[in-house]
């Protein structure tokens, strides 16, 4: 089910909660933070009305075509990253809730016929948690029968040394994966479990426990451990940042670019790249791939962005994609917003030999809309300072700035033209900048006139630049000083255009001020 569709069925606070759990991997914690600021500004809050809705009865889709519809908790129809925020952010603020809703949802939550094995465990820790009797195991049955088999097979060992050599080779891959700076301590941590296979019946049994902990979590089922191998990706985040340039080792800078990458941002660039280069349509499924954004930091955005070879993309797939990316579940920072606007558009805009197609136009303007920093520097700017721009990238910018682009950013784009020099299709775009009839502070007012002084003798016989020359003079006449007339004047009497005597006129009609 769509997010939008669902959100209508919240009040305004619990709206905000579940916008905030539709943050990628970092929703649980998104929601404990709007949590405790709705709860400073009304202490007496309550996620009663929250949990109500979730447990309420809407119409399920059937999985198959064929089946019946069938009627179930709002809950079933969220994305299963979505529950699994859920089920996070109720474990951090269980203790503050009223029991009953809570065993509600977790009830409605047990009966979800799309569960997984990590909701099934959560749900279990709740109960525990809310000291409801359950006795059952937080594992699933197949993972208790791997562990159990497991289990017996090292307990019946009877050579001496079999639990180091149940490490063997895991301790001679970190050795080999490790840098010379870690040899040392790889080679306590083997000595250590040798010496713990030779000690006291004590010792011994507590090596083992530790043991069968690390050798249970290898027997978990395919699901779970994706679960773990997407936690460790998100983890290895966090890791110190790599090693400066100049101490790195010819062997390390030989390196693909692509393994610096976390394994699971690697299987989603698979994925991602086979999604694109397919005809199929896309389902919320195929959008859900594109949330491994939101553990990249702008480096690897950039990468990713490299790899999936964002700038050679068909036009007719940027529409689908960033729908995609603007989906509710994604927030980008400035940082990783100009990466990908930068990949996805400015190749494309910078080499139009005519007008821009509907895609491109859709692409753009739902960007813009919805980043429009991002897209002023990554985008605008750029595109302004190419000096072999024409008439289709300026139709193109000009459409953005029109209808996506407040006053603020407006000034922000004008200010961008004080910094380079001038063409015809930069032309156009300040006068419909100025057509807009920006807000100009006596400061910015002054830094134009001093530019079309400046910048106005190579467009003696321009028509365009005589005709931003006249709206200036119109709608701006009330912020002229004698200063800015006698710098105009000087301006205009170069002109060599058939609006020249339209332009000295309108500058004569202007009092001081």
Known sequence: MDPAMFLGRFDGQSKLLVRALLCGSSGAHRALEVFHRQQRANPDMSLSNFIETLCQD???????????????????????????????????????????????????????????????????????????????????PHCGQRLKELSQRLVGSDETGGWAKCFSRQ???????????????????????????????????????????????ESLDDEEKSATTELSGRLGNDAPAETPAEERTPAAAAES???????????????????????????????????VLNDCDPGQVELLCSMLRFPDLPEQTLPKLCSSILAPSFDFSYSTAATLIK?????????????????????????????????????????????????????????????CLDSHYRLLVLQMTFKMTWGEAV????????????????????????????QGPKFTKSVKFAKMMLTVLTKYNSHMTA????????CLMVNETFLKKSLQAALKRITNS
């Open 58 to 140: 809407e119409v399920c889709g059937p999985d198959r075509t064929g089946q019946p519809l069938t009627v179930g908790p709002l809950v079933w129809l969220f994305t299963a990253l979505l529950k699994k925020n859920l089920l996070s952010f109720i474990h951090l603020v269980y203790l503050s809730l009223p029991c009953p809703p809570v065993l509600h949802l977790l009830k409605c939550l047990c009966q979800d016929p799309h569960r997984t094995p990590w909701m099934t465990a959560m749900i279990r820790q709740l109960e525990r948690n809310l000291e409801v009797h359950n006795e059952e195991p937080l594992y699933t």
């Open 171 to 217: 301790i001679s891959e970190c050795e080999r994966a490790s840098g010379s700076s870690e040899l040392g301590t790889q080679r306590k941590r083997k000595g250590s479990f040798l010496a713990l296979d030779s000690d006291g019946e004590d010792t011994g049994q507590e090596s083992k426990r530790i043991k069968v902990e690390v050798c249970g979590s």
């Open 257 to 291: 670019p692509s393994d610096v990458l976390p394994e699971h941002i690697k299987v989603s660039v698979l994925q991602i790249k086979e999604l694109l280069e397919s005809q199929t349509e896309w389902d919320q499924s195929s959008m859900e791939m594109f949330e």
């Open 343 to 403: 990949s996805l558009l400015l190749q494309k805009i910078l080499s139009l030999s005519e007008p821009a197609s509907r895609c491109l136009v859709t692409a753009g303007t739902s960007l813009c809309s919805r980043y429009p920093r991002p897209v002023c520097h990554a985008l605008i700017g750029p595109v302004l300072e190419e000096k072999t721009i024409g008439n289709p990238q300026a139709e193109l910018l000009n459409r953005l700035v029109e209808s």
């Open 427 to 454: 032309l156009s775009i300040i006068h419909s900048l100025l057509d807009s009839r920006l807000d100009l502070s006596e400061e910015l007012f002054t830094q134009f006139t001093g530019q079309l002084v400046s």
């Open 483 to 490: 200063e800015h007339k006698q710098s105009l004047h000087s």
